[in-house]
């Protein structure tokens, strides 16, 4: 059975290191990982800032997305 690829993007993050511990102990306060704690941040400022991603706005910014 052929397995689907995720969608998802690998991404680097440079922290500082009091950042990081914070991070870190927030994850294990809920019992998840590091990187559920920093894609649950992206979402809440994303869906903060959602008033920004206007079709207008996306068809505007069209030129930067990857053509594949």
Same mark, same amino acid.
């Given at each position: ?9 690998? $991404?680097?993050?440079? !922290?500082? @290191? ?5 991070? *870190? ?16 941040? $992206?979402?809440?400022? !994303?869906? @903060? ?5 206007? *079709? ?13």
């Amino acid at each position: 059975m052929k397995q689907k690829m995720l969608k998802d993007r690998v $991404l680097t993050l440079r !922290l500082p @290191e009091s950042v990081y511990q914070k991070v *870190d102990y927030l994850a294990e306060q809920k019992w998840v990982s590091i990187s559920a704690v920093v894609r649950n941040a $992206l979402r809440k400022e !994303l869906e @903060e800032n959602e008033d920004l991603f206007t *079709d207008e706005y996306m068809k505007s910014q069209q030129h930067h997305f990857r053509a594949y």
